[in-house]
């Protein structure tokens, strides 16, 4: 697996580094322009924004002889060109570092959501979007077979979303920004609610969150208060996988601040998932990208030194009970040989490292 450039690393921090901030100036997006009026004698500044119709919406913005107003329309122009900036730093890294850059519609799709707030209010990118985010967050190469999805995942702890009192605008509304035709999935319970969003092309979007308690609940989803009328499905492991999640970049466009499952974590859940797909439609498929992923990771963190964290992850779920382990035995019975003894190495150093034992999932 071939390593990515230290140079690339560097320019992929500093684009998160800029991101963050400009995230901060949402109020005043680089598309728009600041515009000076004279009210009754005194000067004014104004904030026109495209109304996606060939005119513009007008936003007050505040007296022109305020010092922080007069800095606000100061810097909007060096934002405007740190946004171009930005854009060529993920040039840069997708077509000369090796780094990946999802798909239009995934990067569109996860824009309008971190735009509307949905890292803010501690939702948490999972599935093939955020391995995508892998290489960058890791500085390796991971090849694109692995990395194609028609589908978008997003999981939040139902604590959280209730604790924070706030919410996104409607999750219909926000994707429908992206593409409108955009609806949602009935559920397959019959309940009103729904946990997943599909387009004309079948681009699936869904909600997931914690199911901590018997697997009948699965069936049912979660009202979730700040995902903006959309609910949730619960899902068996995810606490273990969101847990202690990590800032990366999603190279799309100007660059898009993210929330993604710790690596380490992502590999171990992987096994797991694909220990229980089912065996008809598209579970074999899936099953095989799931296992393909793990390995990768695995291989990824062992040539990055990370092993250590690797076997800190392996060990929390191992020591989880019989479910947990029987699904990560079953998962890595699934790869093959190579990725097999890979794993087991990676296991092994690790745990040296953190100077403790561990159980190996197929024997000594």
Known sequence: MKSIDLMYQTMLAELGQRSLDAAWRADFPPEGRFTPANVKGRKYWYFDIPDGHGGTTRRYVGPADDPAIAQRVADHKRDKDDLRARRRMVNSLTREGGMIAPDAMSGD??????????????????????????????GVRLPMAAILTGDADIAQDYAIGREVEDSLPPIVDLLQGADPSFRPVPHRSGAAASSAFQNADGYRVEFLTLNRGSDDDIDQPAKMPALGGASADPLRFLDFLIREPVR???????????VVPDPSRYAIHKLMVASRRHTDGQGPAKREKDVRQAALLFEALQQTRRTSDLAFAYNEAWERGPAWREGIRAGAGMMSPEDIGRFSAALVEGAKRNREEIELPFGD
């Open 248 to 258: 990366t970049m999603l190279l799309h466009r100007s660059g898009v601040p993210v």
């Open 109 to 138: 799709i996860v824009e309008a959501l971190a735009t509307a707030g949905l890292f803010r209010l501690r939702g948490v990118l999972i599935g093939t979007v955020a391995f995508q985010c892998y290489s960058g967050l890791l």
